[in-house]
């Protein structure tokens, strides 16, 4: 299969999908390197594709449920990265992404898609697999988490936990 005919069959794949799916299993439905996945992708995108990664792997932006978003404003130590990501998963909420201000490039925003201990569990391997740092490691802990949740009690759940914990640091109601 060629490579304009397998990025089609990808977008059927993605757009037919309401979980993620990871660049391995594309690789293996397709018989190619999950490199050539990474590269389909980004050319898929830049051909105008809005197609998000995540921990979990590829979906298409439209394929995400709608719910209520907010944005907190955190900070913490590496000590309390999962005791963060399990408050908000345990109130019933995702974490959507993780951004931070470079003094450089600016804003930086990682997609994470956590909506379970066990996503936050797989996350948490990850980091640890291939010893990465959380991108709030480059503002001394401070960032900001996009949340979604199904209804606005949720988020006050997650806030009251997040400042007992002492990792709230702001959030607009």
Not at 26 to 50: C, P, S, W
Not at 96 to 105: C, L, Q, S, T
Not at 137 to 153: C, K, P, R, Y
Request: charged share 30%; with cysteine.
């Amino acid at each position: 299969m060629d490579g304009v005919k397998r990025r089609r069959e990808i977008l059927k794949v993605l757009n037919n999908s309401k979980e993620p799916v990871t660049g391995s299993t594309l690789a293996k439905d397709f018989n190619v390197t999950r490199q050539v996945i990474v590269q389909d992708v980004a050319i898929l995108r830049a051909e105008g594709k809005d197609i998000i990664a995540t921990p979990q792997g590829y979906m298409m932006a439209k394929n995400q449920e709608k719910k209520l978003r907010q944005v907190i404003a955190c900070q913490h130590d590496d000590a309390d990265l999962i005791n963060e990501l399990y408050i908000i998963v345990d109130n019933g909420g995702t974490v959507v992404d993780v951004i931070v201000e470079h003094p450089v490039y600016g804003e930086l925003r990682g997609i994470l898609n956590l909506k379970s201990r066990y996503d936050v569990k797989q996350f948490m391997e990850k980091m640890e697999s291939s010893k990465a740092k959380p991108l709030c490691f480059l503002t001394e802990g401070v960032h900001l988490h996009t949340i979604e949740a199904d209804e606005q009690t949720i988020f006050q759940h997650i806030v009251k936990d997040l400042h007992k914990a002492g990792i709230l640091l702001f959030f607009d109601k």
